[in-house]
């Protein structure tokens, strides 16, 4: 009940919808963190006030809108709490859960804050299942050495945008890591931060192991102790598996645990070792590497295999380091290439780049215990580069090697050969793929991609939606951070009114945050081999 909110509600007329409102841990959470950014949501934090005054604001802000943000502390020598729970619709359906959400990675937690803080649903009945202990725990499987590409830099405020890894408005991993290239490990504390102060509710070391669409409305979810990291003939013990009931799904599984393990196909692949089962490049076993695969997970390899004295040979089907395109998700970062430069200029024994390289087959030598990985040279490839790409590295055309097209090369490796050709994801190798429809074979973006309406939400199966780095429409794909973040707010918006929330002014809020992408059109990027 209100401490000491019954004078107030005398103050201002408007005012009995906040007085009548006054509880709630979430509102006192929300002013912890808005004063932690130095911001005062509204102005009613962190300064002292009269309390009709106080309460006058308050109203008009429950009036004016019924978003997240509207969950304000007053102190005024009394204080007021807006109770959110006050301004939520009841349930307008009889499952236990609103929502569902499968995995607690940059996609889950960023999904879950923005429905319950922002959209403002009921903590309660939005259950977040992850498989990990903790949330990230993709981001804590990354080599130890391997750090995001996208630069860190608290900007909010001062830019149009804020800082390109956030997964939630007012926050940045450049101010809580200070780093601009986090680690794996370092990002996974940002979201563990997140998770923690917007009291998500999580279950932990459970995984999701099908989606059922139930006939009427809603979805049936099976979960069950989570699959050991590595385990490979696991089954599910039916003794401690069970089923939840959720009018929603979201799925954010992810892709780093889904690693693609033939691409192209070849024989042999499967004596490979894909990239994201080494813990750390510095601790892998041996000195000598054969790397197929040349965008970034390659390169990320090869940089750090060379700065702990291991020599590589990388074997590409395309040159990587030398296209440019429009989007910087098609494209090697500038770090990346900064680093692959730094390691082919400064390494004992510089990286060997070959392509167009295409691998035919990997065999087993007869003796000695090692690895022939047998490839063919492709035809040239011009990249031209682009009209404003100014050719200032002008080293870099030393860096590759080619060969004469159709002519087969042996690479010989005393270790597995590294697989670092990509994710398959956990869509296309998960339990719910047969819940999506998928685009069309062949080349493309949307080329064997999920597809789903203008809300990510499957084209197959109403009330199940996508959220992540699979997300692609008209060709674009989401696959960064600050590009899936920005559909958070569809999907949430779409839940929250199929809920029965006013959704206005939340979504509102969520364009002024840069937080809510339906046009495409400005999706371009500035200059490409086109330009
Ligand atoms: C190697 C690599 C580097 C990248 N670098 C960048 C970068 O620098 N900048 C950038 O913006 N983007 C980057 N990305 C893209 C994107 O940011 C990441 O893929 C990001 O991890 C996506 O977040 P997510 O939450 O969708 O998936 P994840 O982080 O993978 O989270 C999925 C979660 O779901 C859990 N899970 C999976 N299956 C189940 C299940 N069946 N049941 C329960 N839980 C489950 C997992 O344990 C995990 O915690 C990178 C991607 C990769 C693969």
């Known amino acids: 009940m209100a401490r000491g909110g019954r004078g107030a509600a005398a103050a201002a007329g408007a005012a009995a919808a906040a007085a009548a409102a006054v509880r709630g841990r979430g509102a006192l959470l929300l002013a912890r963190a808005a004063s ?11 300064k002292r006030k009269s309390l009709g005054e106080a309460v006058e604001r308050l109203a008009k802000a429950v009036d004016e809108g019924r978003d997240g943000l509207a969950s304000w502390l007053v102190s005024g020598g009394e204080e007021v709490v807006i109770d959110v729970e006050a301004l939520r619709p009841p349930p307008n359906h009889r499952e236990p859960y609103d929502v569902i959400i499968v995995g607690a990675g940059a996609s889950g937690v960023g999904m879950g804050l923005m429905l319950t803080r922002v959209f403002n649903l009921d903590p309660k009945r939005v259950l977040i299942i992850e498989r990990g202990e903790k949330v990230g725990e993709s981001f804590r499987r990354w080599p130890r050495e391997m750090r995001f590409i996208s630069p860190s830099f608290n900007n909010q405020g001062w830019t149009a945008s804020f800082d390109l890894n956030s997964v939630a408005y007012q926050t940045s991993p450049a101010y809580t890591l200070q780093s601009a290239h986090p680690t ?67 799925w954010a599984a992810g892709e780093f645990q889904y690693p693609r393990k033939e691409t192209p196909p070849f024989p042999g692949s499967e004596l490979c070792r894909h990239n994201s089962s080494v813990r750390s490049w510095k601790d892998l076993p041996g000195d000598d590497f054969v790397v197929i695969g040349g965008y970034e997970s390659g390169m990320d390899a090869v940089y750090n295999l060379t700065q702990c004295g291991k020599r590589c040979t990388v074997a590409s089907s395309t040159a990587f380091w030398n296209v440019t395109t429009d989007d910087p998700s098609t494209m090697l970062s500038p770090y990346t290439l900064d680093r692959v430069r730094q390691a082919f200029r400064t390494a004992a024994t510089p990286p060997r780049l070959l392509a167009p390289l295409r691998v035919l087959g990997v065999e087993k030598e007869q003796s000695g215990g090692g690895y022939i990985v047998r490839t063919q040279w492709g035809a040239p490839v011009k990249h031209p580069g682009g009209e404003h790409r100014t050719p200032i590295h002008e080293e ?74 699979a997300v692609q429409h008209e060709n674009l794909s989401f696959c960064f951070v600050y590009k899936f973040r ?19 002014q939340t979504v509102q809020k969520c364009k002024e945050m840069n937080m809510y992408l339906t046009v495409f059109s400005c999706c371009k990027g500035a200059c490409g081999e086109t330009c």
């Not at 932690?36 to 934090?45: A, E, F, H, P, Q």
């Not at 047969?434 to 991609?449: I, P, R, T, V, Y």
């Open 36 to 46: 932690k950014v130095g911001r005062d949501g509204g102005g009613l934090l962190s």
């Open 184 to 250: 794996g490990g370092e990002y996974a504390h940002y979201l563990e931060q997140l998770a923690d102060s917007g009291e998500l509710n999580i279950r932990y070391g459970t995984q999701v192991t099908d989606v059922q669409p139930v006939r009427n409305r809603g979805f049936k979810v099976d979960i069950a102790p989570a699959k050991p990291e590595g385990a490979e003939d696991w089954a599910v013990d039916q003794a401690e598996a069970t089923t939840l009931r959720s009018r929603y799904v979201i």
């Open 396 to 469: 870099d055309a030393d860096m590759e090697e080619t060969g004469e097209e159709g002519t087969e090369v042996e690479l010989r490796t005393p270790q597995p050969p590294l697989l670092c050709t990509g994710f398959g994801g956990s869509i296309a190798l998960g339990p719910a793929k047969d819940l999506f429809e998928w685009g069309e074979k062949g080349s493309g973006c949307l080329a064997g991609s999920p597809l789903l309406n203008d809300f990510d939400e499957s084209t197959k199966t109403p009330g199940l939606f996508l959220a992540g780095p």
């Open 486 to 504: 920005q559909r958070f707010a569809i999907v949430a918006d779409a839940i929250s009114q199929g809920l029965g929330h006013d959704t206005e």
